[in-house]
């Protein structure tokens, strides 16, 4: 009885060590400790939320709760990635944040947030020469496992909330479809919907190539992962419009990442009509 009474101790202590984090925000209500974030993120979480109210309109319409998960979400990945600045760049911890933002909107809706094949973040001034492409370039998502950002282009994509453009999105996107290739942290039906995406682009290219008139600008017909990455800049930027000309293709964003830019009042919560 005895030794069977110190196997449940021992399995019991081990669960509370697995989930403690769960545990206590069983308790406390706070997503700082749903994610075991660190302490030092903790101590300076009052000054992230003020940086993002400031910084992000997206931001500005969540509720307390909301902002409780998207704040403790960002200082999660923030203490498991890196950042490197080029060409004389020094990267300050609110240009940390706002890079770690927009990974942040893109997955709000959904289980998936930190992207494990990405851990490298590097950021340049400006844009910056690609041997490999032989040109300048604003961005690059590599399956290598970094992402490169013009930080002058990123910060002009969250100045205009509304032009169609968005950096940071754009790459997210493109990290996020790299994720699902090695993920199992997300549903078959984010993949399915995924690739529905993909199956959309050719009619959507040749609607383009004919001259009908459409909504997206033409950097998104140059292959169906452009196609996908223009589309979320437009379905977070111009939400409106999106679903007005394309309404299947904000329908298919709207599920696969599990929210709806539209639905401001209830924290961009997939509504029914979306």
Known sequence: MNSLYFVFLYFLLLMLIQYHGYILFLITGDYFDRYSVKRKFRKNRQSIDALLNDRFLYYR?????????FTARLCKVMGKVAFTGHAGLEVTEEMKICVIFAQIQLTFGMKLFFFERFRRYILYPESFYSRFFNSDLKGLTSGAGFITLSWADF???????????????????????????????TGLMVQLRSDEMDRRFPEEKELAARGVPGLLREYAYVNDEEFFS??????????????QHKPEIYGLLSRMLNQDPLNRERDYRLSVTA
């Open 155 to 185: 910060q002009e994509g969250y100045l205009v909330h509304n032009d169609n453009y968005n950096l940071g999105l754009h790459e997210m996107a493109h990290a996020l479809r790299l994720e699902l290739e090695t993920t199992r942290e």
């Open 230 to 243: 223009v589309c979320v800049e437009y379905f977070f930027e111009v939400p409106e419009l999106l679903k």
């Open 61 to 69: 319409h969540l509720s307390p709760p909301a902002r409780n998960r």
